[in-house]
């Protein structure tokens, strides 16, 4: 979404695929059977929760603090760029990585190719998160020229979601 808010429509979806590719990455990773050692060393992840938590306090007042800006005065970076940052934001997400060795396994029946039926599976789902991710990137460029207008106020609501996002990881039950 912040693609498609500052670049346009174009950035949003190539952001898009980025992620896309990087959560196919982690699936690869889950179908190889690195979900055991996940599992294992998931405690560990306790300090990128608190990390987290303390980066999205940081963003949101930073956002808050921030003057209005002019959207259509950014320059974007290049598509490339654009793409291999959206991958490597994915594959480093410890969440999606354990959602995903938690989540898609369970899907899977005891037959003689659970290979196949998980690479099925996590067709399906990468099918699903490019849809979606296409549609807010349309959203977000679709408004565009209204939130330009309103750059102070959409700084005011970005901050207050980033700093209630970090307070709602920071009470959630689950260490990762």
């Known amino acids: 979404m912040a693609n498609s808010l500052r670049h346009g429509l174009k950035f949003g ?20 059977g690195f979900a055991a050692l996940v599992e294992r060393v998931a405690g560990a992840l306790t300090y990128i929760k608190w990390f987290g938590v303390a980066y999205l306090v940081f963003l949101g007042i930073r956002s808050w603090r921030e003057p209005a800006s002019d959207l259509s005065g ?22 999606t990585l354990l ?21 099925l599976l996590s067709g399906i789902f990468l099918t699903v998160i490019i849809m ?4 807010w990137a349309v959203f977000a460029a679709s408004a565009r020229r209204g939130l330009s207008r309103y750059g102070h106020l959409r700084n005011r609501v970005t901050g207050g979601f980033l700093v209630a996002a970090g307070f709602g990881l920071a009470i959630s039950r689950r260490n990762v």
């Open 74 to 95: 950014i320059k974007p970076q290049s598509s490339g760029n654009v793409f291999w940052n959206g991958v490597v934001l994915a594959i480093i997400n410890p969440k």
């Open 132 to 135: 979606g991710d296409a549609l």
């Open 99 to 119: 959602f995903n060795a938690a989540f898609l396994p369970q899907f899977v029946g005891n037959t003689s190719n659970p290979g196949g039926q998980l690479l």
């Open 13 to 32: 979806l190539i952001t898009a695929l980025g992620t896309t590719v990087g959560i196919a990455v982690q699936l690869f990773i889950v179908m190889v």
